[in-house]
């Protein structure tokens, strides 16, 4: 009987171990900008002057946190590590711009118990391409998840805000 | 000595970045903002709610420091919303803030996090009031990993869709539809333990063993099971019931269904007449969601039975033959929904919509003591209305209601919904 149960029990085991290695943080950042550029080029830092604040903060629906936004970048593209708040906690996503448009999008530190599913590629894939419109707007609908409601308005404002950024960090 | 410090710590600073057509002034007016700030911090005590912001906020953090997940933070989050409903037969109107929820959500370390909300309804709570007070949420939850969760605690049973996502701006119609109210006891939580978690592309399980309902408790013939849901008052506990359920989750898509089983007699305890009758209750549901080109499509089929409906009847009419009822033995519920976004600009987003639901609770008659099945169980409700989202958290809405039986429900409503 016992014997029997050892099997199931290891795997169980070997099942929990796995999980457990996984935790909240998908990638570190650091490993997520290497991946883009082959290796890490230093930060480069915008500045968030007053103006820059105000457009900041009517994307983000509340003032900005940081007032120097650090970013890497090369001659094709640029990297924004960017948080802000789902339902209760923060999640960090990095964001790669190219020629004005996000080229992918990476959930990298997801805090909150329930609304994992924005890290899904099926709803990141989705911000491919995207630009800003009139309004500092996407220029397209981000569809939904039922019951990640305010994880996937987070994630807008941060499609956003990195593209804001980037264009304002070619002066 | 002390200028020529200052200017080579300023010149380090600004050489080392590049300029992006910021000049030195705009620097040097966000750095005096910077201390502004951190002046006004050191004014103020300590604030352990404040979230870590590991990575972009703080410029001087180090980007290859561990993950810093905010232990010891305490989140407040909330919901609300207040209606007018003018009812057309009798012409009664009558204006309530139906619910105010605020909850508390703490993170003790990594993994372990605490989820509550308490809920106060009808605005005044006091034995002389229609106002009530209650826990509608307070669990923990334990995370190995996206795939792997345990909680316990006093937790929302995952069947239908609104029972989990019940927040007005993420519904349509002034009120929550009525086969998640009467059916599905929208918002139905037990104490239990469970698991859950995601598994593939969008695959998301949920299993645990709760509390059950009391058939000793039933109060409303026309609520099916809802009156006997114990919501972690003095749970009578010596039946037990499980729940399991899956979801399919893609941008805008969601398919699903949940099932929850257990005995109601629990012994007698508060009913003497229910001892040695299980009752069991059993309730399941199949739901989906569609939205395409700014169409929202929904629609669930909910279907439960109560056993041995008969002896709980009888149980009812031993305890009080004055208020007795005959108890739900079958209850079914289904409803479809459309909506189209015929507006939307910066955050303003109108939606108008049409829902057709239908009611069927079929109760176990007594005969012999006059109890019979009550024909407002028999229910088909037509709504129209539009939801206007003024922000994506906050709604306004507006509908029309006909019930085909119950005509003293047809009303005109208005309503404002919010959630932070």
């Known amino acids: 009987m016992i014997r029997a149960a050892r099997r199931p029990l290891a795997m169980l085991t070997l099942a929990l171990a796995a999980a457990a290695v996984h935790g909240e943080v998908y990638q570190e950042p650091g490993a997520f900008i290497a991946e883009v550029f082959g290796s890490t080029p230093a930060p480069k830092v915008l500045w968030l002057t007053r103006e820059l ?57 997801y805090r909150e118990s329930r609304g994992q599913e924005v890290r899904q590629s099926s709803f990141l894939k989705q911000f491919r391409s995207a630009k800003l419109s009139q309004g500092n ?14 994880s996937v308005g987070a994630m807008e404002r941060m499609a956003r805000l990195a593209l804001l950024f980037d264009r304002l960090s070619h002066g | 000595m002390k200028r020529s410090t200052l200017t080579l710590a300023l010149a380090a600073a600004f050489g080392a970045m590049p300029v992006l057509g910021q000049t030195v002034e705009e620097k040097l007016q966000v750095l005096q903002q910077e201390i502004d700030d951190l002046k006004a911090q050191t004014r103020k005590p300590a604030a352990p709610s404040l979230q870590v912001s590991p990575y972009s906020l703080d410029y001087n953090s180090m980007l290859d420091r561990s993950s810093g997940l905010a232990n010891g933070a305490t989140n407040v ?13 009798s012409g009664d109107a009558t204006a309530d803030l139906t619910r105010f929820v605020f909850g508390f959500n703490h993170r003790f370390d990594e993994r372990l996090t605490l989820h509550s909300e308490v809920e106060f309804e ?13 826990i509608e949420q307070a669990w923990v939850n334990y995370k190995l990993s996206d795939g792997l969760n345990f909680k316990g605690g006093l937790f929302l049973i995952p069947i239908g869709i609104l ?40 695959f998301r399980y949920d299993v645990g063993i709760t509390t059950s309902f009391d058939s000793g408790k ?38 699903g ?36 080109a700014g169409l929202d499509l929904q629609g669930l089929y909910t279907s439960g039975t109560l056993g041995d409906a008969d002896k709980v009847t009888a149980a009812l009419f031993a305890a009080d033959p004055a208020t007795a009822f005959a108890a739900p033995k079958s209850m079914k519920g289904w409803y479809a ?84």
């Not at chain 2, 009808?122 to 209650?134: F, K, T």
Request: charged share 20%; no cysteine.
């Open chain 1, 53 to 109: 604040q105000a457009q900041a903060a009517a994307i983000l629906g509340h003032p900005p946190a940081q007032l120097r936004q650090r970013y890497w970048s090369d001659a094709a593209r640029s990297v924004w590590i960017l948080e802000e708040t789902g339902k209760e906690e923060l999640i960090t996503a990095g964001f790669v711009v190219a020629d004005g448009r996000i080229d992918h999008v990476r959930v990298l530190v």
């Open chain 1, 137 to 150: 707007r996407l220029d397209r609908e981000i569809d939904g998840i039922v019951g990640a409601t305010l």
């Open chain 2, 77 to 89: 989050v909330g919901y609300g919303e207040m209606s007018y409903s003018k009812f057309r037969q």
């Open chain 2, 122 to 134: 009808h605005a005044v709570v006091s034995a002389d009031d229609h106002g009530e007070a209650e």
């Open chain 2, 163 to 202: 029972n989990e996502t019940h927040e007005p701006p993420t519904y349509y119609g002034v009120q929550r539809n009525q086969v998640e109210t009467r059916i599905i006891p929208t918002t139905w939580r037990e104490l239990g333990v469970g698991t859950h978690g995601l598994f593939g592309e969008g």
């Open chain 2, 218 to 255: 039933l109060d409303d013939p026309l609520t099916g099971m809802r009156s006997a849901h114990q919501e972690g008052q003095l749970a009578n506990a010596r039946n037990l019931a499980v729940y399991g359920a899956l979801n399919y989750r893609l941008p805008g898509l969601l398919v």
């Open chain 2, 257 to 292: 269904g949940g099932v929850f089983s257990g005995d109601t007699g629990q012994n007698g305890a508060s009913n003497p007449a229910l001892q040695g009758v299980a009752a069991r209750f059993t309730i399941w549901d199949i739901h989906a969601q569609y939205r395409i």
């Open chain 2, 337 to 420: 929904q459309a909506a189209y976004h015929v507006y939307k600009k910066g955050n303003f987003d109108v939606a108008p919509f049409v829902r057709y639901e239908r009611i069927d609770i079929r109760q176990a008659e007594d005969p012999a003591n006059g109890l019979f099945q009550n024909p407002n169980n028999d229910e088909r409700i037509k709504t129209v209305g539009v939801n206007f989202w003024v922000h994506p958290q906050v709604v306004l809405k507006a509908d029309v209601q006909r019930y085909e039986t119950d005509k003293t429900q047809d009303a005109y409503r208005l309503g404002l919904g919010f959630m932070f």
